[in-house]
């Protein structure tokens, strides 16, 4: 038999060859063409997948300016949303394979590791001094005294509510907690979501959670404090904070299932005038001047401060603000040079502060009064108001300042909190478990 | 004729390539997945070897991977229990219509199975929605507002709304094996009990249901793996949420590898997950094999 | 089978509107994703169950085919598929035959090893192949997706594969070696047309799991040059999701190329699942 079965597998060997080839010469012939010119190809990996509005516009914007100006550079980007974009950066991580220049979170949670294992590559102080930058605001991209990357925003919490529901339904603009719990209960009665939330999203509850914990204690550091002595649960502010926000829950100051709901359902809901408040970040200012949304959102949208708790010892100017998303390069890259190039680019004082907020894009990491034109929105007003106006701020906040893990049994323990799966003691005692287990 | 089937050459060259190719994409990850699991390593820099240590705290502390494989159970209950009966019974039911609608049905129970599951998963996200959702809405408009839930964002219903979803998906494949089943019976066995009073309900369970066994046996084996192996809808809904109450265990090692920069750790329930699957699939095998239908 | 004889136009009505309102429960969330599709984004939020809509918004698929790359990854997912549903079909027919006809010692234990891979979360394979794939320069291309596609649509191909050959007499095959067929010819003209059926299953099986797959695309891809429709979408889908109407249209038309595939086939279809699935 064997001649002609050798005949008929080489023919069958051929067939699984071919059929492999031609895919591979269509792939093959994509990249020739790609590799004729001489160019320097720069790996970008983006949390920014949408290249037309907000701060992804201004990522692209800057990205496209460059390659004019450098004709022979090339930069791919590779955009992805942040809950796959954390995951595919950890591949890239686990297996050293850093793009040439990545966003990070300057979170211990998320970069330490990063700038531990020596995978990003130091940018020198002198290269950025006039760059504007406060020292602060570089802290968590700094790891034994050198800096690894730099941040692109200032982040800060605040209450975005819709003037036009408040007007409408008669409600005061909450500046206590009682009022935002009397306020829920009114847009409750008339159908509207009271304050919209991506509870999926889990930061978003942490930070809620902490920003009650400051507001009842009017001290910053209780939180990290309690968590790094591992005494949490006999912690009477630290229960209280937790009982406010279950109590928040239960008058329904959320929308229905906003525990499912991810980061679009819910700014959707706020966008479509479905709820009167929001509580998001400082990112959020490009809402105002989003050509997807309607004028009257537009119009209508506000911001202000997260009311206070009477009773509490915290202000209303004691924020939650860090310096969150920025970028770094990879020290193992083959182009850390043009990297490191397209970086100091970017960020240079002119560029990612400058146009980001004379465009309403972003909130700067770098100061930005000086930029103001007076054109500014109201959200961008406010936004520069209630930063310039805080007494304290965080600095990163609470769940991301202890490790990875902790990270993500924290949040899935603060939705557990808000789901009501857990009572607010149990949540402190698991805090106070974990913070045993993960904290040094 | 013997030489020519038992060519060790030609056998080879038959069995070579897709064993190869299975072994590069699946065996050699499993075993350095072995390995991983014996070591603390976080994804980053060198693992360190710490023997059983993960598998130990996987199976005597983690609350969350035990309901992850409780609810993958309770998935794979719902499919025989649930799916498998309706889907058994619509089979039947297709195939007395007969004519054009036999084919017209067939083809639109189908539909749901062809759907990419991003498709049908963010659909569903948007069904359940309380404030826009088709669900709570069709609720309403049939005065059974009372029944109103929050699907997706409540702890009691999460899992149940995940459930429906596999159900609603899966449901296609499970009535036309079962419909393929019915159309290999031969006639002459429902005419010979017809012949012995057998009508009704009755010629179904005593005829179809026992000559259906090996068909039977084959859905409930996919319909098992598959609520073991569940992930993608589970990720694209809830992602285990709220807390752990629909979590899964593949979704489950995926937090763990790619939240928690727990990749050692990971590893090890992706082998405990291996050998569960293993276990159940065993155990169903020995229970079915102790009914034995007569016919 | 013919039981109208003992089977009355009465409880045949009853039949129909059983399965009649089943399957509209069955295909009404798809009506409803369509609809919406073509209203206003913020329609969605109205009270009613389904809207018609004034006038269609058709701009919704414009900005869905024009923002989402559809075309690209379209065309991606065809290559990465058809590729991959080729190579199962050809080595579940070759490794089915080896198992069941021909005879060798090794014949059941490899079987099983191959068997087991029905087991195997795709998850736990997703670093380490990363790293194999990165030392073979293999990443960010086709094959890092054909490879681990044929290997995880392998063993129920063979399960199946083997099944139904073992269902084919033996008759034709004896008189074939009788008369000096090899067995590649064998295979190729005897086998391979009788298990027809099997094929088809085989291919419907694959096809939907291969095309459906995103977390492996979305770890092994990184240039939007390769990527598959899935994960596009799935990041299509959040970076859009301010604007419902937009996402749902971009929902619609990935939904479509498998349905339309499906109706046009569907007598296939449904034999090729039957057949294979009975005698699997």
């Known amino acids: 038999m064997s001649k002609k079965a050798l005949k008929v597998v080489v023919s069958v060997m051929l067939i699984a060859a071919l059929i492999v080839s031609v895919f591979g010469l269509v792939q093959g012939n994509l990249t020739a063409s790609a590799s004729t010119q001489k160019t320097v190809k720069i790996k970008f990996l983006s949390n920014l997948p949408d290249r037309t509005s907000n701060q992804g516009k201004l990522e692209q914007m800057l990205i496209d300016s460059y390659m004019k100006a450098n004709p022979n550079v090339k930069i791919e980007v590779e955009a992805l949303q942040d809950e796959p974009y954390k995951q595919k950066f950890k591949v890239y991580v686990a297996?050293?394979?850093?793009?040439?220049?990545?966003?990070?979170?300057?979170?211990?949670?998320?970069?330490?590791?990063?700038?531990?294992?020596?995978?990003?590559?130091?940018?020198?102080?002198?290269?950025?001094?006039?760059?504007?930058?406060?020292?602060?605001?570089?802290?968590?991209?700094?790891?034994?005294?050198?800096?690894?990357?730099?941040?692109?925003n200032t982040d800060f919490m605040v209450l975005y509510y819709n003037k036009g529901l408040f007007n409408k339904y008669k409600v005061k603009v909450p500046t206590t907690f009682d009022e935002l719990l009397n306020a829920a209960k009114v847009f409750r009665k008339n159908g509207i979501a009271p304050i919209a939330i991506n509870g999926k999203d889990k930061w978003i509850l942490a930070i809620l959670y902490q920003e009650l914990v400051v507001k009842e204690s009017g001290d910053q550091k209780l939180i990290y404090d309690a968590i790094s002595k591992k005494s949490v649960a006999k912690n009477q502010i630290l229960l209280k904070a937790a009982k406010d926000l279950v109590n928040l829950v239960n008058v329904g100051g959320f929308q229905d299932a906003f525990v499912a709901a991810d980061y679009g359902a819910a700014n959707n809901l706020f966008a479509q005038e479905k709820a009167a408040m929001y509580y998001m970040g400082s990112w959020e200012v490009g809402m105002a001047a989003n050509p997807n949304f309607s004028e009257s959102f537009k119009k209508n949208v506000d911001a202000t401060y997260f009311p206070i708790i009477s009773g509490g010892k915290g202000k209303k100017t004691d924020i939650l603000a860090w310096h969150g998303g920025g970028y770094a390069v990879s020290a193992s890259s083959k182009v850390k040079n043009e990297a490191m190039k397209l970086l100091l680019y970017m960020m240079h004082p002119t560029r990612w502060a400058k146009i980001g907020w004379q465009q309403g894009l972003v909130v700067p990491g770098q100061n930005w009064e000086k930029f103001m034109t007076g054109k500014e929105t109201v959200l961008q007003k406010k936004l520069t108001q209630i930063f310039s106006s805080a007494t304290s701020v965080s600095g990163t906040v609470w769940q991301d300042a202890f490790t990875p893990n902790f990270k993500t049994e924290a949040e899935t323990l603060c939705q557990m909190l808000v789901a009501k799966a857990i009572t607010p003691e149990k949540f402190l005692a698991k805090i106070e478990e974990l913070a045993k287990l993960e904290v040094k | 004729m013997h030489r020519v089937l038992s060519d060790k050459r030609t056998i080879l060259l038959l069995v070579l390539p897709g064993l190869l190719i299975y072994t590069f994409a699946i065996l050699f990850p499993i075993i350095l997945s072995v390995y991983l699991g014996m070591t603390d390593w976080s994804g980053i820099g060198r693992p360190n070897f710490i023997g059983l240590e993960n598998f130990k705290k996987i199976i005597f502390t983690d609350t969350t991977f035990w309901k992850s494989l409780r609810n993958a159970i309770l998935l794979a209950l719902a499919y025989v229990f649930v799916q498998h009966p309706i889907a058994l019974a619509f089979a039947i039911f297709i195939d007395k219509v007969g004519g054009r609608a036999e084919k017209i049905f067939r083809t639109i129970f189908f539909i749901p199975c062809v759907i990419p599951v991003v498709v049908t998963s963010r659909m569903w996200v948007s069904l359940y929605d309380p404030q826009y959702g088709l669900i709570n809405k069709i609720l309403d408009f049939l005065h059974l507002g009372f029944l109103k839930q929050?699907?997706?964002?409540?702890?009691?219903?999460?899992?149940?709304?995940?459930?429906?979803?596999?159900?609603?998906?899966?449901?296609?494949?499970?009535?036309?094996?079962?419909?393929?089943?019915?159309?290999?019976?031969?006639?002459?066995l429902y005419e010979a009990a017809r012949i012995d009073g057998a009508t009704g309900v009755k010629l179904y369970t005593k005829i179809t249901v026992p000559l259906l066994q090996p068909v039977i046996k084959v859905n409930f084996t996919i319909a098992i793996i598959y609520a073991l192996k569940q992930m993608e809808t589970v990720y694209l809904t809830t992602n285990g949420g709220p807390g752990d109450a629909s979590q899964f265990l593949a979704n489950y090692l995926y937090i763990r590898a790619f939240n928690s920069y727990q990749y050692g750790y990971a590893n090890a329930i992706s082998v405990l997950f291996v050998i569960a699957c293993l276990a159940v699939n065993v155990l169903f095998q020995k229970i079915f094999k102790s009914e034995n239908y007569e016919f | 089978m013919a039981r109208e004889s003992s089977f009355n136009k009465k409880s045949r009505a009853v039949l129909l509107v059983v399965l009649g309102l089943f399957s509209i429960g069955q295909l009404f969330p798809l009506v409803w994703l369509i609809d919406f599709s073509l209203c206003k984004s913020g329609d969605v939020y109205g009270a009613n169950i389904l809207k018609i809509p004034n006038?269609?918004?058709?701009?919704?698929?414009?900005?869905?085919?024009?923002?989402?790359?559809?075309?690209?990854?379209?065309?991606?997912?065809?290559?990465?598929?058809?590729?991959?549903?080729?190579?199962?079909?050809?080595?579940?027919?070759?490794?089915?035959?080896?198992?069941?006809?021909?005879?060798?010692?090794?014949?059941?234990?490899?079987?099983?090893?191959?068997?087991?891979?029905?087991?195997?979360?795709?998850?736990a394979t997703l670093l380490p192949n990363f790293v194999i794939f990165r030392q073979l320069k293999m990443l960010d291309s086709y094959f890092a997706l054909i490879i681990p596609y044929v290997a995880f649509s392998l063993p129920q191909a063979v399960f199946l594969m083997t099944g139904f050959i073992g269902s084919i007499p033996r008759a034709l095959e004896e008189s074939a070696i009788i008369d000096g067929c090899g067995i590649f010819r064998i295979l190729f003209q005897i086998i391979l047309p009788l298990s027809k059926p099997a094929l088809v299953t085989i291919t419907v099986t694959t096809f939907l799991n291969t095309w459906n797959e995103f977390i492996m695309a979305a770890t092994y891809l990184t240039s939007d040059r390769f990527r598959t429709l899935p994960f596009s979408v799935y990041n299509f889908a959040g970076q859009y999701a301010s604007n419902y109407a937009v996402q749902f249209a971009v929902m619609t038309i990935v939904a479509l190329p498998s349905l339309i595939v499906y109706i046009a086939l569907n007598e296939q279809v449904t034999k090729g699942v039957t057949l294979g699935a009975v005698k699997g």
Request: proline fraction near 5%.
């Open chain 1, 95 to 152: 297996t050293n394979q850093m793009p040439d220049i990545f966003m990070v979170w300057g979170q211990p949670s998320f970069f330490l590791p990063v700038m531990k294992a020596g995978y990003a590559a130091e940018i020198k102080l002198d290269q950025i001094k006039d760059y504007g930058f406060k020292t602060s605001s570089l802290k968590d991209f700094m790891y034994n005294g050198k800096l690894y990357g730099l941040p692109r």
């Open chain 3, 55 to 123: 006038p269609p918004q058709f701009i919704n698929y414009y900005v869905a085919w024009k923002d989402g790359k559809i075309p690209q990854f379209f065309i991606n997912s065809v290559i990465v598929n058809v590729a991959s549903v080729l190579l199962v079909v050809l080595f579940s027919l070759m490794m089915g035959y080896a198992f069941v006809r021909m005879e060798w010692k090794w014949s059941n234990k490899v079987l099983t090893y191959v068997l087991l891979g029905l087991m195997i979360p795709i998850h």
């Open chain 2, 150 to 188: 929050q699907w997706l964002g409540d702890t009691k219903t999460a899992l149940i709304s995940v459930i429906i979803i596999c159900m609603w998906q899966g449901f296609g494949w499970a009535l036309l094996i079962y419909y393929a089943g019915l159309k290999g019976i031969p006639e002459e």
